[in-house]
């Protein structure tokens, strides 16, 4: 049975689902912040997982993102730059780590630009819209649909922060805010899908 994703002005409607605070995020740019970040992560049991670059503005520009890779789990987020190299060495074995689950939306460019930019094959991503669609939803359920359906509630997302420069070097807080939760939501949904049961 086909099942209708929910509209815009529906999921306008909802009360906000509850984001990661700045507390609850760490910011990580050194190959120590990585390791540490390393340890903490590779205790749980699953990643909500994305990715976010500087956007691109002409036809035929190539990005060289990504610029910034976010792990999560229902708890805490981690928000890695990717300018120090050694960083984006802990950042790559992360990824290959094997059996543990990557989930997000709509990971398909994200997976192209880290095997371009990281030289790693990301190991055990999910996309979650694949999830769905064997459901019966009838389209790409996306983060925002996925928290309107599983928790009854509207996620926020900044287009101001979406569009911002992911390669800054100082990365403001709503930029850290962003990113982290869209891994943190993709984490959640994973938790209530009973994915990792």
């Known amino acids: 049975m086909q099942r209708t994703t929910p509209s815009k002005e529906d999921i306008a409607l909802l009360e906000p689902f509850e984001r990661l605070g700045l507390d609850r995020i760490e910011l990580v740019s050194t190959r120590d912040q990585a390791e540490r970040a390393f340890d903490a992560l590779v ?3 699953a990643w909500g997982f994305d990715t976010e670059s500087k956007p691109t503005f002409f036809k035929d ?5 990504p610029h910034i890779v ?5 708890e805490r987020a981690w928000v890695f730059q990717l300018h120090d190299a050694p960083c984006r060495d802990v950042v790559a074995a992360l990824l290959a780590h094997a059996g543990m689950p990557k989930a997000g939306f709509g990971l398909g460019d994200d997976h192209k630009r880290i095997v371009s930019k990281l030289r790693v094959q990301p190991a055990d ?3 979650l819209n694949h999830v769905f ?8 359920m996306g983060v ?26 100082r990365l403001s807080e709503a930029q850290l805010v962003y990113a982290a939760n869209d ?3 993709a984490a959640r ?5 009973g994915l990792g049961a």
């Open 61 to 65: 520009q190539v990005s060289d993102g």
């Open 189 to 193: 949904v994973y938790d209530a899908l």
């Open 43 to 45: 205790r749980a049991s």
């Open 70 to 74: 976010q792990l999560s789990t229902t």
């Open 183 to 185: 891994a943190y939501a």
């Open 144 to 169: 925002k649909g996925a928290v309107a359906v599983l928790f009854n509630r509207r996620f926020i997302k900044s287009k101001k922060a979406a569009t911002s420069n992911w390669a800054n070097p």
């Open 125 to 127: 991503v999910l996309d």
């Open 133 to 140: 669609r064997k459901d019966g939803w009838r389209k790409d």
